[in-house]
């Protein structure tokens, strides 16, 4: 089974800030990777699909970027909305999984 | 407009059973995989099933391995996730989600989730 680890697991900003999110598997997965933010009480919100494809709908200021077994979440200037928690997801092989989390708080 | 609506979630005992629901709406579920994700309180996502379009490939998590079966109708545009012999370890909530693309059970990510339902496993 493939593990997924991200880093950290809690990011301090302010908003305009530029903030980066890692994340990686323990074995190749190509580009087989989606990212997603979640806020208290919501469903996950897709955001980006192999590795660095933004989906429709979702700010310009969100990138995805690796592949592999390493994965970057960039957002280029943070806005108070983004304030969330952001999962990365590999959907290389089954069964599919999840890194732990990545908690982005209000500094 | 494309709906997920999950059902069938409460309070049961260890050991006992539970049937959840997803209803399905705003587009062609028959021709869609489809996945149940779940999240215990205050931690991450776990995925725990999928199903192909037409039922005849299935995955598991090991976690629920034997002890869950995923199914569907297509005539009612429903995805069912049976749960028996909960463990308290089972409390969470559940997601289903719709991958990004049709047919394929592989290589999509999930574009399209529930509100979830909430399954409670106390005494």
């Known amino acids: 089974d493939i593990q997924m680890t991200q880093s950290p697991s809690t990011l301090s900003a302010s908003v305009g800030d530029r903030v980066t999110i890692t994340c990686r598997a323990s074995?190749?997965?190509?580009?087989?990777l989606a990212w997603y933010q979640q806020k208290p009480g919501k469903a996950p919100k897709f955001l980006i699909y192999k590795a660095s494809n933004l989906e429709s709908g979702v700010p310009s200021r969100f990138s995805g970027s690796g592949s592999g077994t390493e994965f970057t979440l960039t957002i280029s200037s943070l806005q108070p909305d983004d304030f969330a928690t952001y999962y990365c997801q590999q959907y290389n092989s089954y069964p599919y999984s999840f890194g732990q989390g990545t908690k982005l708080e209000i500094k | 407009q494309v709906q997920l609506v999950e059902s069938g979630g409460g309070v049961v005992q260890p050991g006992r059973s539970l049937r959840l629901s997803c209803a399905a709406s705003g587009f062609t579920f028959s021709s869609y995989a489809m996945h149940w994700v779940r999240q215990a309180p205050g931690k991450g996502l776990e995925w725990v099933a999928v199903t192909s379009y037409d039922g005849r490939n299935i995955y598991y998590a090991d976690s629920v391995k034997g002890r869950f079966s995923i199914s569907r109708d297509n005539s009612k545009n429903t995805l069912y996730l049976q749960m028996n012999t909960l463990r308290a370890e089972d409390t969470a909530v559940y997601y289903c989600?719709?991958?990004?693309?049709?047919?394929?059970?592989?290589?999509?990510?999930?574009?399209?989730w529930g509100q979830g339902t909430t399954v409670t496993v106390s005494s």
């Open positions: 989600a719709r991958p990004e693309g049709v047919l394929r059970v592989y290589y999509y990510a999930m574009d399209v």
């Open positions: 074995q190749s997965i190509s580009s087989w």
